[in-house]
C-alpha cells in the first residue's frame, strides 16, 4: 500500500551501461575481466540512491534484439552496431551484481526497458507514489509529470539533469507528451526511427509550438511552403510510423506489481563479496565494507561454484581421476562445429564432477586411455546431464560413440518452460537466470572463414565453463518444471522422443539419386518448354527471374492492372500473379514457371546433395524440438516436411524415397483430420462431436449445418467454403484471410463466419474462453499442459493484440495435436521394441509417421501402428489414422 513517502526509482539498464562502457576507461580486473560498464553503472548508482533515497526499485533491462516494434518496422534499430564483446559479457556480471544490491530486476521478451518503466511509473502514478526514472536517454522525458521526475545522465554517468514537466518546457519549449511528436518529426538515427527528412530539432519545435502535435502538422500541410512541405507532404506514413515507434507502450503485462520491488537495504556481507571480486577497492571503502563477511550469496544459491580445470592429454595424467569421478559426474558437455550435426566435427568434451572440470579433445577419445569415458559415455545407466544432448549423441554417434543414459537436458528443458525465450543459448539462459554468463561461441571460435579452435588451455577454459553451467542451471530448471507441472511433460515426452529421434536421424532414409535425376530431367524440359511459351505470349525473350524485366513486361508491354507497388518497382509476388490469373494467359505460364523451378532447385538439386553414399545413399535429417512455439517439430538439413505434395509433379519427388532393404516397403500412417478432432474435444461443440462421432465427412457435415442443406444438395464450392473456415478456425481466420482463400468479399466472409458460429455455438464459446483465460493468466496450454505465454495479450495497439488473441485459439489446438503424435512416435518405438520387430520409424511429417517394413511384417505393422496413433491420447472423439503402403513413398500415401 502507498504511503507519501514512497519513492520509487526506475532505472534503464541498458541505457546506463551503454553510457558508462563508453565513458569509463578499460578497466580489468586480475582474472582478465573488463569491468569498466559496471563499475560506471555502481558509480551512477550509488550517488543516486544516496540522493533519492527510494523506497522501491526496479532496473529494467531489454530481454532482446526483437520486440513488438519490429513487426511493424523491421528496420527499428537496424544502424546499430553489433554490441561489443567487451561490453556484452559485462551484462551478467552487472545482473549479478545488482542483486547483491538487492535490488529488483526485469526483462520481458518482445518489449523494451523503456516499456517497462513506463508501465510500473503509470501503475505507481495512479497508486499517487512519487516516481524516479534513471535513464540516458532522451525519450523517456514522455514520461515526466507532476508525480515522475526523469534523471537524464550526462557528461557520460557521472552527472544527472532532473525533468520535471516544466523543466522539459524550459529545455524544448514543449510539453512531456510532445517529444513523441518531436521524435516523429525529427526521427532518431540511433534507434533508425526515419522522421522527416531535413527535418531537425529547431524545425520540428517550431512546428510543434504552431500546430501542437504530428497528426495536426500532417493536417495543416497545404498551410506550410517551399522544400519542407514537400519533404512532409512526401513523408506523411514516416512520420506517423516515428511517432508510433517513440511512443513507450504503458500497457506490458508485468507478472509483478510496485510492492513486489519495495527496496529495504542491502545485505553489506552480500554486497562486501560481490565489489571484492570485482576488485572495487574505493567502492568498498565508500560504502565501508572493508570488514564485512566475503560469502558470495544471490538469494537462490549459497555460493558460486569454484572448480579446477584438469585437461586430459596423451599421457596417464588426468585419467585415472576421470574414471574415478564418473560415477559422480553432473554434468557432460559435447561440443562441436557447425549447424548440421550430421556433418558437424567434434572439438572436445567436459565432463564437471565435484570440485573439477575434466576437459579433452575429441580426438582423445580414440586414445587407449579413454576405455573409461566411453564405457561411461555409452552406459545407458549412468545417468547423463547436458546442453542439447539429440544434438552430442548425433555427433557422438557418427565417429562410432555410443550416448546412453541421457537423464536431463538444461536446453530441452528451457524450452519447455518458455518456448519462445528470445536467447535459447547456454549463454542467453545463464543471462535469464541472472548468472555470469560465458564467453559466446562467435567470440572463441570465430565465425565462418575465420573459424579456428583455440589452443587447448583457452578451448579447455570456455569448456569447463560451459559444463559447470549445466550443473548450475539443472536445479533451477528442474525447480521450475516442478513449479509449472511440466515434469510430466518432460520426462514422459520430450526427453524420451528425443532418444526416438536421434535413432530415427542416424537410421536415415534411403534416396535413389538415379530417380532424383531423372525426375530433374524432366523438370527441365518441361521448365524449357514453358519458357518457350511464356516468350511467345510476351512477344519478346527476357528474364523471367528479374522482378524487375517482369514487371516491365506485365504492365507496361501487356498492360496488365498494377496490383501492389514495392521500393524497386512493380510488385510481382506470388499473391500478384495469382491475382492477375484471369487477365493474362501468360501469368498462368509463370506461375508454372516458378513452380517447376523451385522444385528443380530446392528439391531436386537440394536432395542430390544431401544423399550420403558412406550411409548406403541415404538422406539424414535433423529434427529439432526447440524452433516451434506450439510445440511441433522442425525438420533440416534437408527439411523433409515441406516437400509439396499440392502439385502431382511435388508428389513424385516422394517416388525417390525407397526402403533400405531389399523387399522391404515403405509404410505412411496419416492422422485424419486431427486438429479439428482436438478443437471438437477442447470445445466441446455437440455438433463437431456428432460428426466424427457418427464418421461423417467433415465439411460436408460442416456445408450442412452452415448452409442449412441436406447432404445430396451439398456441392462441391459449399464443401470448398466449408473446409476453407473449418481450417480457418483452427488458425485464427479473420474476415479477410478468408474472403483471400475463396476470392469472395471481405463482408461475404465475415457472414459467411459469423453463420459458422451461430451453428457451432460450441467453438465460438471455446474461442471467447480461452482468449479471456489467456489475459487473465498471460498465457494458454495444450491438453498436457505445454504452455505458450503471450506478452501482447492485453496490448493496447490492435494488431498486435489481435495477433495474440488468434495465437491464443489456435495454441491449444495446434500444441494438443503436436503433442498427441510426438506421444505416438514414443510409443510406437517402445511398441517395435517390445515386438523385437525389424520395421523402422523413418520420419515424421506434420501429422504423418514413414516407416520401412519388411514383407513379413506388413499385415502386423498395417494393425499395430493405427492402433498406436489412434490411443495415444483420450479425446471425446475417436482419433482416425489412416494407412497406406508401397515400393516408395510416393505409394505410401
Request: proline letters at 4%; a negative charge; one cysteine or more.
Amino acid at each position: 500500500m502507498a504511503n507519501g513517502t514512497d519513492k520509487l526509482m526506475l532505472i534503464d539498464g541498458n541505457s546506463i551501461i551503454y553510457r558508462a562502457f563508453f565513458a569509463i576507461p578499460p578497466l580489468t580486473n586480475s582474472s582478465g575481466l573488463q569491468t569498466n560498464a559496471v563499475y560506471g553503472f555502481t558509480t551512477m548508482l550509488l550517488k543516486v540512491l544516496e540522493e533519492e533515497k527510494p523506497t522501491h526499485i526496479l532496473v529494467a533491462f531489454d530481454a532482446g534484439k526483437t520486440t513488438f516494434r519490429h513487426e511493424g518496422y523491421a528496420e527499428y534499430k537496424g544502424g546499430r552496431e553489433k554490441t561489443p564483446p567487451e561490453l556484452s559479457q559485462q551484462f551478467p556480471v552487472l545482473k549479478e551484481l545488482i542483486r547483491s544490491f538487492s535490488i529488483s530486476q526485469y526483462e520481458l521478451p518482445g518489449y523494451e526497458a523503456d516499456d517497462i518503466i513506463g508501465t510500473l511509473s503509470r501503475l505507481a502514478e495512479e497508486e499517487g507514489r512519487q516516481v524516479v526514472v534513471v535513464s540516458g536517454d532522451k525519450d523517456l522525458l514522455q514520461l515526466a509529470s507532476d508525480k515522475v521526475t526523469v534523471l537524464l545522465t550526462r557528461k557520460g554517468v557521472s552527472e544527472v539533469e532532473k525533468y520535471a514537466p516544466e523543466d522539459v518546457n524550459e529545455r524544448y519549449g514543449l510539453t512531456p507528451e510532445q517529444i513523441i511528436d518531436l521524435k516523429g518529426l525529427m526521427g532518431d538515427p540511433s534507434d533508425n526511427i526515419p522522421g522527416v527528412p531535413g527535418v531537425g530539432e529547431k524545425t520540428a519545435v517550431k512546428l510543434l509550438q504552431e500546430y501542437g502535435s504530428v497528426e495536426n502538422v500532417l493536417d495543416n500541410i497545404p498551410n506550410l511552403k517551399g522544400k519542407l512541405r514537400e519533404n512532409i507532404e512526401n513523408n506523411v506514413e514516416n512520420a506517423r510510423m516515428s511517432k508510433r515507434l517513440a511512443t513507450i507502450f504503458r500497457e506490458v503485462p508485468l507478472d509483478r506489481t510496485v510492492d513486489d520491488v519495495a527496496w529495504n537495504g542491502y545485505d553489506a556481507a552480500a554486497l562486501a563479496a560481490a565489489l571484492r571480486k570485482l576488485e572495487f577497492k574505493s567502492l568498498m571503502e565508500r560504502l565501508d565494507l572493508g570488514g564485512a563477511d566475503g560469502a558470495v550469496r544471490d538469494g537462490r544459491e549459497a555460493a558460486e561454484v569454484s572448480y579446477e580445470t584438469v585437461i586430459l592429454g596423451d599421457g596417464a595424467d588426468g585419467w585415472d581421476e576421470l574414471a574415478s569421478a564418473l560415477p559422480a559426474a553432473e554434468a557432460l558437455f559435447v561440443e562441436s562445429s557447425g549447424d548440421n550435426p550430421h556433418q558437424s566435427e567434434g572439438i572436445g568434451l567436459a565432463i564437471a564432477a565435484g570440485s573439477r572440470c575434466f576437459v579433452l579433445a575429441y580426438s582423445q577419445l580414440k586414445s587407449p586411455q579413454a576405455e573409461a569415458l566411453l564405457a561411461w559415455l555409452s552406459d545407458p545407466e549412468a545417468p547423463k546431464t547436458g546442453y542439447d544432448m539429440h544434438r552430442a549423441e548425433l555427433v557422438l554417434a557418427f565417429d562410432g560413440v555410443k550416448l546412453g543414459g541421457q537423464s536431463f537436458d538444461v536446453q530441452l528443458a528451457a524450452y519447455l518452460l518458455d518456448p519462445t525465450e528470445a536467447d535459447p543459448s547456454l549463454g542467453g539462459l545463464l543471462q535469464r537466470h541472472g548468472m555470469p554468463s560465458v564467453p559466446s561461441d562467435e567470440s572463441v571460435y570465430g565465425k565462418g572463414a575465420k573459424f579456428r579452435v583455440p589452443p587447448m588451455e583457452e578451448l579447455a577454459a570456455h569448456l569447463a565453463a560451459k559444463a559447470d553451467a549445466v550443473r548450475r542451471l539443472k536445479p533451477l530448471l528442474t525447480e521450475e518444471l516442478e513449479k509449472l507441472n511440466m515434469r510430466e511433460l518432460y520426462y514422459e515426452l520430450e526427453q524420451p522422443l528425443a532418444k526416438v529421434l536421434a535413432g530415427m536421424e542416424l537410421q536415415g532414409i534411403k534416396c535413389d539419386a538415379s530417380t532424383l535425376r531423372e525426375l530433374g530431367h524432366d523438370f527441365q524440359n518441361r521448365i524449357e518448354g514453358i519458357m518457350a511459351d511464356i516468350y511467345r505470349q510476351a512477344g519478346t525473350e527476357f528474364n523471367i527471374g528479374s522482378p524487375k524485366q517482369l514487371g516491365e513486361i506485365l504492365f507496361e508491354k501487356l498492360g496488365l492492372p498494377v496490383i501492389k507497388k514495392n521500393k524497386t518497382g512493380y510488385s510481382t509476388d506470388a499473391e500478384v500473379l495469382e491475382k492477375l490469373e484471369p487477365y493474362h494467359e501468360v501469368v498462368r505460364l509463370i506461375l508454372h514457371y516458378r513452380q517447376l523451378a523451385k522444385l528443380q532447385s530446392t528439391y531436386i538439386e537440394g536432395l542430390l546433395k544431401e544423399i550420403r553414399e558412406e550411409t548406403g545413399g541415404k538422406i539424414h535429417t535433423y529434427y529439432r524440438q526447440t524452433i516451434a512455439a506450439t510445440g511441433r517439430l522442425s525438420s533440416q538439413y534437408p527439411n523433409l516436411q515441406n516437400i509439396p505434395i499440392r502439385l502431382e509433379e511435388g508428389r513424385q519427388i516422394r517416388k525417390a524415397f525407397v526402403p533400405s532393404e531389399p523387399g522391404w516397403r515403405i509404410l505412411g500412417a496419416d492422422y485424419s483430420q486431427i486438429e479439428l478432432r482436438v478443437l471438437a474435444h477442447i470445445s466441446g461443440d455437440e455438433r463437431l462431436k456428432e460428426a466424427f462421432l457418427q464418421e461423417m465427412d467433415i465439411h460436408t457435415k460442416t456445408a450442412m449445418d452452415v448452409f442449412g442443406v441436406p447432404k445430396d444438395q451439398v456441392d462441391a464450392n459449399m464443401r470448398r467454403s466449408a473446409k476453407a473456415v473449418n481450417f480457418g478456425i483452427v488458425y485464427g481466420i479473420s474476415d479477410y484471410g478468408l474472403s483471400q482463400n475463396l476470392n469472395i468479399t471481405r463482408k461475404e466472409a465475415a457472414a459467411f463466419i459469423e453463420q459458422y458460429f451461430s451453428v457451432f455455438q460450441g467453438v465460438r464459446r471455446y474461442m471467447d474462453t480461452i482468449v479471456e483465460q489467456a489475459k487473465q493468466d498471460g498465457y494458454v496450454t495444450t491438453l498436457l499442459g505445454r504452455r505458450r505465454y503471450l506478452p501482447d495479450i492485453r496490448a493496447s495497439n490492435f494488431n498486435l493484440r489481435s495477433f495474440a488473441e488468434r495465437t491464443a485459439m489456435n495454441t491449444p489446438i495446434q500444441g494438443t495435436a503436436a503433442d498427441i503424435i510426438k506421444l505416438a512416435m514414443v510409443r510406437m518405438d517402445e511398441a517395435l521394441r517390445e515386438r523385437g520387430l525389424r520395421s523402422r520409424m523413418l520420419l515424421q511429417v506434420h501429422d504423418e509417421l514413414v516407416f520401412e517394413v519388411p514383407e513379413e511384417e506388413l499385415e502386423t505393422m498395417k494393425v499395430l501402428v493405427p492402433r498406436v496413433m489412434e490411443s495415444a491420447l483420450e479425446l471425446d472423439v475417436p482419433l482416425k489414422a489412416d494407412v497406406s503402403f508401397g515400393t516408395n513413398w510416393y505409394e505410401a500415401k
